[in-house]
């Protein structure tokens, strides 16, 4: 694993939110820009935060700066709810998602169990995210306990903050993909023993769906959550009309979807619900009284046809939710995009969403979502030093339209319409650059001493 280097400075325009909000209206105020910043990290964490001007002071001779005037600087992307193993499948053709599932994903997750392969495709995966300014996410692995380590040694070798977990698996699905209560209780309490809390990593006990689980398992991940009350709990939910209909008839005894899990404990602070695109009323409130959180995937939602998720509600409701790529489902890597996607998801049910907003639902609010508020999603003091530095300029066309840019507000909503993995000029983990575009333009100003900058 390579080390957080002790100290390290970075200078340029930053933008963040100050704090959390419970109204979409209240973030203009909570928006904080400073044209020309000054960020210091000290092993991994913000250390000093300010003006340039006044940050000055705090640098000793030997602190070494990367000045980029040009760009924009912003927390760490969040990726809520993304399937690593799902890398090599994105746009399988046709199908919705119960369809998709048997057709396209469970063969393609069958090729988990060969370890050197999981090896590779974790690593193409955790290089895919740095190069799209993702520098947290909360991942699907598969029933394999071979895919966690996959991951979770890719991530450490970034010293990445990632959330993951084996899947739990015991019916509805290919025998060879199969798990049953037992052994998916006892894998994934050997999985927790070894990675939660290991470096930056966190295990997330992973149910797939309640489809796909019997209740002797789903009370099994249950007994899990409750023996280490701070792992997370991550599943999808209503995400379709045809899986919802099949929760029904798969758990009469429940009163809905999202009942099945809270019947099994599943509930809580920690527990991550990718989709919930048809909830339904006392669903919302379920949610809201257990604060459990919500992953919104516009770009899946959209390509497997599943529908259109009310942002809005999650306000209504005080439901915590953050972005998520859904990748394979997912059609990009790139949060700016999915931002962009959630924009027009909006849209298309008359509601607007701002470019802060969706920056927010990205950084504090998917912090706020992951319970790692305290840790990530802006640049106070003392949190970790996960951050992004954008090139708002990296086509001919993003330069025209930011030429004509009316304010920070405008730009940020036009980067986001337009972006791609060409606008991340640099992804830094911990302090540490671990990812930088050779390609993007300019090239980072490295001053030897503070008293040179410009
Ligand atoms: N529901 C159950 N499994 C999956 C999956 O792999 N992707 C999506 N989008 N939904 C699911
Ligand atoms: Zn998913």
């Not at 090729?111 to 995966?125: G, K, L, R, T, V």
């Not at 249950?222 to 209909?245: C, F, R, W």
Request: proline letters at 4%; glycine letters at 6%.
């Amino acid at each position: 694993m390579s080390s957080a280097i002790a100290r390290t400075a970075i200078r340029g325009r930053f933008l963040d939110f100050q704090n959390s909000v419970t109204q979409a209206q209240e973030l203009p105020e909570q928006v904080r820009y400073i044209e020309d910043a000054l960020l210091i990290c000290e092993h991994g964490k913000i250390q000093w935060f300010g003006t340039w001007q006044a940050g000055q002071s705090q640098l000793t001779a030997d602190t070494p700066i990367q000045h980029y005037p040009e760009h924009l600087i912003v927390p760490g992307l969040i990726d809520t709810h993304v399937h690593f193993p799902q890398t090599e499948m994105m746009g399988a053709y046709g199908e919705q998602l119960l369809e998709w599932l048997n057709s396209y994903t469970f063969p393609t997750e069958l090729q988990f169990s060969d370890q050197a392969y999981a090896n590779q495709i974790a690593q193409f995966f955790v290089q895919e995210l740095l190069k799209n300014g993702t520098t947290t996410a909360l991942v699907f692995c598969t029933v394999h306990p071979e895919s966690v380590d996959a991951l979770f040694e890719a991530a450490q070798q970034q010293q990445m903050r990632l959330i993951a977990g084996k899947v739990m698996m015991d019916r509805h699905a290919p025998e060879a993909l199969c798990d049953t209560a037992e052994s998916a209780y006892a894998d994934s309490k050997t999985l927790i023993e070894k990675w939660h809390g290991k470096g930056r990593n966190l295990y997330a006990i992973t149910p797939r769906f309640a489809p796909t689980s019997s209740p002797e398992q789903l009370a099994r991940a249950g007994q899990l959550k409750a023996e280490y009350p701070d792992v997370y709990l991550h599943t999808h939910l209503s995400e379709n009309p045809n899986e919802i209909a099949w929760v029904k008839q798969l758990f009469p005894e429940q009163q809905g979807y999202l009942d099945v899990y809270h019947h099994y404990g599943l509930t809580g602070s920690r527990s991550v619900f990718a989709h919930c695109v048809h909830l339904e009323e006392n669903e919302w409130q379920c949610l809201h009284q257990t604060d459990s959180a919500i992953a919104f995937c516009p770009t899946s939602n959209l390509f497997l046809g599943s529908g259109l998720f009310p942002l809005q509600r999650t306000w209504e409701h005080q439901v915590k939710v953050g972005i998520g790529t859904d990748v394979g489902a997912g059609t990009s890597f790139n949060i700016l995009h999915t931002l962009s996607e959630a924009y027009k998801v909006q849209q298309l049910q008359g509601n607007k969403l701002s470019a802060y907003e969706a920056l927010y639902h990205a950084t504090l609010g998917a912090a706020k979502a992951l319970d790692l508020d305290d840790k990530l999603g802006n640049f106070t003091v003392g949190k970790e030093a996960d951050f992004v530095v954008l090139d708002l300029h990296a086509t001919a066309l993003q330069s025209l339209r930011q030429q004509r840019a009316k304010n920070l507000e405008d730009a940020l909503f036009a980067l986001i319409t337009l972006a791609d993995d060409r606008n991340i000029h640099a992804t830094y983990i911990y302090g540490r650059r671990a990812y930088y575009n050779p390609e993007s333009n300019p090239k980072p100003n490295t001053e030897a001493h503070p008293t040179t900058g410009t």
